[in-house]
């Protein structure tokens, strides 16, 4: 039986079918009644012993990058998250079971450890966050992500983190000493000032000022932190680039990444019922500019356009975000990964700080 806490707030107001599923599930109410409130699912937590961990990316969008995800599913309930198909491979849907059963990796740790103990391991950054929050509310109590640090801190093996949740100053001792060596890049999330608005789109994630106060700590502490906006929104949240920009600079930002929305497969059904929900009166507005990023559709697979988009409402948001970096980064950068800092066996040199 899997472990249970409670957590109210929900993302997802719809669960679409699993395309992988031969049978679907459904409730009948004889009522007849064609809208009422079930009470939300509590969290379920369902620990693995995984055999792989490290993921060699190659996707032309990103160049080649490791990712490592202690979790898969996330309670955070972002609506447009790319990563809600995931949980369609373990059977479940895209809703509320990404939001509400979320599989823990226990042996992460000691996965990261054996990996880079590979004798033909070159040293590259190892991207934490490359597909669900390594600092969601769960990583408070089981510290997962905090143990992977020290992993890496041992082995000085560089790392880039991208999270929306303030518990990441917890491990402020360990991104310190990394940051010393230029070992460690930290992006925080960033996709809009109106707290409402997060509130909606990001249900159980810090607020804005919460996440601006992170990056404040973390650039007083020597700590490079830039900023995602992703996903840029048109009708929503792409008025906001500029003013995002300028806000996230004067708290100690250094840089300013971002995409586009894209709804790829059943996230398109998860969103656009929220959408419906949240803001039925600028549904049309903001579902057709969506649609015009992605030449009709709201979602495109290609490489080079997926992430950007394409048209008018593309070029309108990579121009206002280059402005923005020029206006309020310029001079500031991340600096490069110490690469040659890398302990072989993980084992401390004479003359290390430790």
Known sequence: MPNETHNPARGARHNPANPYNRRLFVKEHPEGLDDFDEALPQTQIFFEHARTLV???????????????????????????????????????????????IMVKQNAPVLLEKFLLQPDWKPAPVALSGNTDCYQPLERKLKITRRLLEVLWRFRNPVSIITKNRLIVRDKDLLEKMARQQLVHVYISVTTLTE??????????????????????????????????????????????????????????????????????TIGQVFENWLRHHYPDRFDKVWNQIKELHNGAVYDHRPGRRLAGEGRWAEMIKQTVQLARRRYFGGRTMPAYNLGAFRRNGSPGLFDDL
């Open 196 to 265: 409402s608005l997060r509130r909606n789109m990001e249900p159980r994630t810090a607020t804005v000022h919460m996440r601006l106060q992170t990056i404040g700590e973390l650039a007083e502490a020597g700590v490079p932190v830039g900023i995602m906006m992703a996903p840029v929104i048109p009708g929503l949240n792409d008025h906001e680039i500029l003013q995002v920009a300028q806000t996230a600079a004067a708290h100690g930002a250094v840089a300013m990444g971002y995409t586009v929305v894209r709804l790829n497969r």
């Open 55 to 101: 993921n060699k990316v190659n996707s032309p969008d990103l160049g080649m990058m490791f990712s490592v995800n202690p979790y898969q599913g996330c309670e955070h309930g972002c609506a447009y998250c790319y990563a809600r198909t995931t949980h369609e491979y373990y059977g479940l849907n895209a809703g509320l079971d990404f939001e509400s059963k």
